[in-house]
């Protein structure tokens, strides 16, 4: 045998290898597709709100309880939809959707590292990095909207570097149609993400340095365009929504998120602490290569500053705006995989197989010690034994010693790990978090004509579970619950609370909930004496907008 026929069989076996470790990948991420269901209170609240715009056919304003659904922007419940017209309405379908979007910013990350001329082992570890991202493992298939920001973002960061080329145009109108869904995602937080890259260009760019004025124009351009793209819906929407919906998407949740946020307000240090759990494992296993020189320092490469361009400005930006959630930081993760993924092929970073285990290892002691203390009754030691085998998982990584540790296989740890965590949320606390049972009782009265009342907010926590076509009334205040009740004496009152402090009324149907429990009376065993004295209202606050 020739050496070339050698290397080639070689190159062919390891082309193999990187296939059945991306088949393993998809694998790892598709079952909790089908055993999770809609996790209160954000999955339950946007299935009802693309439920809503099913059944009612209103595509142009979401609504949700009977009100225009303001705090997201439609473009998501559109490809619900969209998914729902194929395979029917199932959770399932839609998790199946958020994970094809998760999966489709791979190779979008893959392609803007190649244009920023990193080398091919540069971007197959920017793949895996962000791949096996804790962060992306755990938000794969959760009914959210910030993964289809992210699929926008890549797309609008993938065609800046082209804005220069003589294909411009085709890349301008790329361009365009990322940042304009990206708004009709998640508002206008999209174009800060998406084209902060192109803001600093010529820093990562220095052919722009001699004249960035041609570059800059296309840009306002482009964004100009975009902004018009998504007026086209805004407008109509604001017409048909009313005054107050158009107040809420022009400027209640832009101004009011950024400067004094009326739902998780969080100080400006909270990333600090949060980004590098969610980029676990490898802010506990990328170190320093002891051998590797330090003179690229002084000479970054064009992925090293445009990831410094992107991340750096936006991070800043995102601390100081008031609201904060783990998930807001999604967008700017790639960027650092794209980073890390350098640093690794050039051999200025290594893995270190010990600290690579230390990520489950504390995964699964958090899983059997949180979950296993916490799970319902009769569930079994399922928590136990999930986070068990995360635990050895993560032991058997500092035994490895034939084969160099690879950011394939760490990745695929991870996501089995997280696989792992989530399967142990619905075998051991799941039950305290699936509404589906008392979602289909409620169904069946409200077809039978029962007056339904919900004692506090419901948010469409009933609606997908149980398709309802009409929203359920809701009352805050003790008195009015009594004297709905005297006046509906053969309805029901649902209430996440006892309600109205009835130790011996005895509900049609309780279930755990969440930390407390969650039950349906008759309204005319309510003793409507205690309402009127009762003080203690159901809290009239949104448990949070993600």
Request: net charge positive; charged share 10%; proline share 8%.
């Amino acid at each position: 045998m020739t050496t070339s026929h050698l290397a080639n069989r070689i190159t062919s076996q390891l082309a193999g290898n990187r296939r059945l470790h991306w088949m393993a990948a998809f694998f790892l991420l598709l079952p909790p597709v089908f055993f999770l269901f809609p996790v209160p209170i954000d999955e339950t609240r946007y299935l009802a709100v693309a439920w809503n715009m099913r059944w009612s056919g209103q595509w142009l304003v979401p609504w949700l309880d009977g009100a225009p659904y303001s705090d997201k922007a439609p473009l998501l419940f559109w490809l619900i939809n969209l998914a729902w017209s194929v395979t029917g309405v199932h959770a399932w379908a839609v998790r199946l959707l958020e994970l094809l979007i998760a999966l489709a910013t791979v190779p979008l990350l893959a392609s803007l590292g190649r244009r920023l001329g990193a080398s091919e082992d540069a971007v197959e570890n920017a793949q895996w990095l962000w791949l096996g991202c804790a962060a992306l493992a755990f938000y794969a298939d959760v009914v959210m909207f910030d993964l289809l920001l992210t699929f926008c973002t890549l797309a609008a960061w993938r065609a800046t570097p082209a804005l220069v080329g003589r294909h411009w145009p085709g890349e301008s109108l790329l361009m365009v149609l990322a940042l304009g869904a990206g708004v009709l995602v998640k508002g206008p937080v999209a174009l800060l993400v998406g084209g902060m890259p192109a803001l600093f260009a010529p820093y990562w760019m220095p052919a722009l340095r001699v004249q960035p004025l041609v570059f800059y124009l296309r840009l306002l351009g482009i964004m100009a365009v975009a902004i018009l793209l998504v007026l086209a819906w805004a407008i109509p929407a604001a017409r048909a929504g009313g005054p107050h919906y158009a107040d809420a998407i022009f400027l209640h949740q832009t101004m009011g998120r950024v400067v004094h946020s009326f739902a998780h307000a969080r100080p400006w240090w909270w990333y600090l602490p949060i980004l590098p759990l969610m980029t676990l494992p490898w802010t506990l296993c990328l170190g320093r290569n002891a051998t590797a020189t330090t003179s690229s320092l002084r000479h970054p490469s064009a992925p090293d500053r445009f990831v410094a361009a992107t991340f750096i400005p936006c991070f800043v930006v995102f601390s100081l705006i008031s609201g904060k959630q783990p998930h807001y930081l999604l967008p700017l993760l790639p960027a650092l995989a794209l980073f890390a993924g350098g640093r690794l092929a050039a051999g200025r970073w290594r893995l270190s197989p010990w600290r690579a285990g230390v990520a489950p290892m504390a995964l699964g002691l958090l899983v059997a010690l949180g979950l296993g203390w916490w799970e319902a009754p009769g569930s079994g030691p399922w928590a136990w034994v999930c986070g068990g085998l995360i635990m050895l998982m993560g032991v058997l990584y500092p035994l490895r010693r034939t084969h160099a540790l690879s950011g394939s296989t760490v990745a695929l740890g991870m996501l089995t790990a997280i696989m792992l965590c989530k399967l142990a949320f619905v075998l051991s606390i799941g039950p305290r978090y699936d509404v589906h049972t008392m979602a289909q009782r409620i169904a069946a009265a409200q077809r039978a004509g029962t007056p339904l009342l919900y004692a506090g907010s419901e948010y469409g926590l009933f609606t997908f579970a149980g398709r309802l076509t009409a929203p359920i009334p809701s009352a805050h205040d003790p008195a009015q619950v009594a004297a709905w009740a005297h006046a509906h004496p053969d309805g029901w009152i649902i209430s996440s609370n006892e309600v109205c402090r009835q130790p011996d009324s005895s509900p049609l149907y309780r279930q755990a909930y969440l930390g407390r429990s969650l039950g349906i009376w008759q309204a005319g065993a309510i003793d409507t004496q205690a309402c009127n004295g009762n003080e203690t209202a159901v809290p009239r606050r949104d448990p949070g907008h993600a």
